[in-house]
């Protein structure tokens, strides 16, 4: 049984708009309507209905009938910006308070199954090169693209730390974006349950594109380069390289599969018919790929969904696929790209044996001593000279996941854990709640029942550091471990 939606009028100055309404859907997604229709935002908004003017949160106490006549007053402009902080009450942002701590960062309103849009954006926001100046915006704004214009706003206003105090922490309502996401891409149909994947590749898609039309080229901060060498199983016959550039890697799951670096070389390895000319017909080839470059950011999608035909949804496989926080995709490449990751390599063991030193040194000399010495690391370039947006080391550090909750894409609860850039702890993105959790709780989110299960893995290349040579440790003088050594003269005297 389908409930059937009153159809409504609404008169805003001299439009008049036909609008299916749905009750149960909470105003603000009706609002978000209006907003497409007219490019009026929610804010400046007035609806009156039946002489009653309608909020954002609840229709207690209107009654929406078929045909009716709704009014919408307002006018099309730029969101009012917040009010400045006077003077006196001004909070330094490089000297962050405990409550501007507290409050930062800001979640996502619901607007009505749109966690899977809100789990997204709240992975990007933390990627740094993606959050633009106020001053840069305006290039994003001259691209004429209403989504990476949204989203570019978006994602300044989750990073902005006075706001969240000025708002007292309260969560965005990420409307102009849901709508736009729509409208650019018509397959996510407004405030319907979409596949998060989905949306995280065509808003990452977006972003990149029109980003580098504005002079930011971060394309290649995600780019992937493979190499795929195809051999016929029957001639040793050998087809040439085919190269392939790609945003994202997958991770193929089947019975064997029960870690991430598994499954991603399962879709490495494949088996195919195709056209062999020795024999004037079709043969069995085998397809062997390998990665020829790895971007700053990596993006693995555990494929968890197939397309299950008896109930006609994307029917989830629940299996446990375990994944690491520091990833290491050395066997993954080409000997060529094994052949460059070589040199950084060899600073990791650099680094470990300085640390090692840092931590026997401290024992000798008292705490503030000690923390002086300790962290004393200089972060070495995570990318080659000539290729920026690479990997040249190929360790990654966890960054962000997108998990789901449920036995369907099109159904379930999405959400997102993130290592914060802030203070490199880890955080639940549950829609408008936010809350701190502990790399132990990530880690049991590899599946196996109906917890959350990852779906989508944003790994970061890891920094490596040079350490400068400690300075020699204090010795101890022979005459002064000789007077240690000595007894203490104690007389017999009464």
């Known amino acids: 049984f389908q409930r059937k939606m009153p159809i409504v009028n609404v008169k805003w100055q001299k439009e008049k708009y036909v609008v299916e309404v749905d009750t149960s859907a909470p105003p603000m997604v009706f609002k978000a309507q209006l907003f497409a229709l007219t490019q009026v935002v929610p804010e400046r908004q007035k609806v009156v209905i039946m002489g009653r003017t309608l909020g954002d949160d609840e229709w207690e106490g209107i009654n929406v009938k078929e045909?009716?006549?709704i009014m919408m007053m307002g006018s099309v402009g730029e969101i009012p910006k917040a009010p400045v902080v006077v003077e006196g009450q001004a909070q330094s942002s490089n000297q962050p308070t405990e409550e501007t701590n507290t409050l930062y960062p800001c979640g996502l309103?619901?607007?009505?199954?749109t966690c899977y849009f809100n789990s997204c954006v709240q992975v990007l926001k933390e990627l740094d090169?993606?959050?633009l100046k106020p001053s840069d915006e305006i290039k994003i704004?001259?691209?004429?693209?209403?989504?990476?214009?949204n989203l570019s706003t978006l994602l300044t206003q989750l990073r902005d730390k006075d706001r969240a105090l000025r708002s007292q922490g309260d969560p965005i309502k990420p409307f102009t974006?849901?709508?736009?996401?729509?409208?650019?891409?018509?397959?996510?149909?407004?405030?319907?349950?979409?596949?998060?994947n989905e949306c995280f590749v065509a808003i990452l898609n977006n972003i990149t594109r029109n980003y580098g039309r504005a002079g930011f080229p971060i394309e290649k901060l995600f780019k992937i380069q493979t190499e795929t060498t195809s051999k016929c199983l029957e001639t040793e016959e050998v087809a040439d390289v085919k190269t392939e550039s790609l945003n994202q890697l997958t991770c193929y799951v089947n019975q064997?599969?029960?870690?991430?670096?598994?499954?991603?070389?399962?879709?490495?390895?494949q088996d195919v018919e195709r056209n062999s000319a020795q024999l004037a017909r079709d043969a069995k080839w085998h397809n062997h790929t390998q990665i020829s470059r790895l971007p700053k950011y990596l993006t693995v999608n555990i494929n968890r969904f197939f397309f299950k035909e008896s109930s006609k949804t994307n029917a989830k496989i629940l299996k446990s696929v375990q994944f690491p926080i520091a990833l290491d995709t050395y066997d993954l490449c080409t000997q060529e790209l094994k052949d460059k990751l070589v040199a950084r390599r060899a600073d990791i063991k650099l680094e470990e044996d300085a640390k090692l030193e840092r931590e026997l040194r401290k024992k000798m000399l008292d705490k503030e001593q000690g923390d002086k010495?300790?962290?004393?690391?200089?972060?070495?370039?995570?990318?080659?000279?000539?290729?920026?947006?690479?990997?040249?080391?190929g360790f990654y550090e966890l960054k962000g996941i997108i998990t789901h909750k449920g036995r369907s894409s099109q159904d379930g609860h999405y959400v997102a854990w993130i290592r914060s850039t802030e203070d490199n702890k880890w955080r639940l993105f549950d829609d408008e709640h936010v809350t701190i959790v502990d790399e132990?709780?990530?880690?049991?989110?590899?599946?196996g029942g109906d917890w959350h299960s990852a779906y989508v893995l944003i790994y970061e290349a890891r920094v490596i550091k040079q350490f400068p040579q400690l300075p020699p440790a204090p010795v101890v003088s022979a005459e002064a471990e000789n007077t240690a050594d000595e007894p203490m003269e104690v007389s017999s005297k009464p």
Do not use: Y
């Not at 309103?109 to 199954?113: C, E, K, V």
């Not at 849901?178 to 998060?196: C, Y």
């Not at 064997?256 to 390895?269: I, Y």
């Open 67 to 69: 045909n009716m006549t």
């Open 129 to 131: 090169e993606l959050v």
């Open 440 to 447: 132990e709780a990530v880690l049991k989110t590899s599946g």
């Open 373 to 393: 010495i300790f962290d004393d690391g200089v972060a070495l370039p995570t990318e080659f000279e000539n290729d920026p947006g690479s990997n040249n080391s």
């Open 109 to 113: 309103s619901n607007l009505g199954n």
């Open 177 to 196: 974006s849901v709508i736009s996401l729509s409208e650019a891409f018509p397959q996510f149909e407004k405030f319907k349950q979409q596949d998060a």
């Open 256 to 269: 064997d599969v029960r870690f991430l670096q598994t499954g991603v070389k399962a879709g490495f390895e």
């Open 141 to 149: 704004r001259e691209q004429n693209d209403r989504l990476c214009h």
